[in-house]
Nanobody
Framework: QVQLVESGGGLVQAGGSLRLSCAAS????????MGWFRQAPGKEREFVAA???????TYTDSVKGRFTISRDNAQNTVWLGMNSLKPEDTAFYYC?????????????????WGQGTQVTVSS
């Protein structure tokens, strides 16, 4: 069982920045894909970004150029840097891990989920 602990959410004005962190309890070598999903009120969970063990990254179109995902395999940690935040980025953000396989934008493909952290962007 992998425990994921997120931090870094909060309230920010539009155009501002936040950085989310997620620490995993397992060795990074067993965490092939680490990433982030988000869920806004009344909406389904949405893929945001993911990074493979190798460092290759994938983003959903709406955050490309604004968000940056990175990981440190030695620290078993993944970060999501968020710049130029918009009110539509407001959501609960979840850290996710897929132990094997490739990056997927489907929530059901991920094996472990964190408790989530709230990001609120005011206009």
């Amino acid at each position: 069982q992998v425990q994921l602990v997120e931090s870094g959410g909060g309230l920010v004005q539009a155009g501002g920045s936040l950085r989310l962190s997620c620490a995993a309890s397992a060795r990074a070598s067993s965490l092939n894909v680490m990433g982030w999903f988000r869920q806004a009120p009344g909406k389904e969970r949405e893929f945001v970004a993911a990074v493979k063990w190798t460092g290759s990254t994938t983003y959903t179109d709406s955050v490309k150029g604004r968000f940056t995902i990175s990981r440190d395999n030695a620290q078993n940690t993944v970060w999501l840097g968020m710049n130029s935040l918009k009110p539509e980025d407001t959501a609960f953000y979840y850290c996710v891990v897929r132990a094997g396989g490739v990056v997927s934008t489907t929530a059901d493909d991920y094996d472990y989920w964190g408790q989530g952290t709230q990001v609120t962007v005011s206009s």
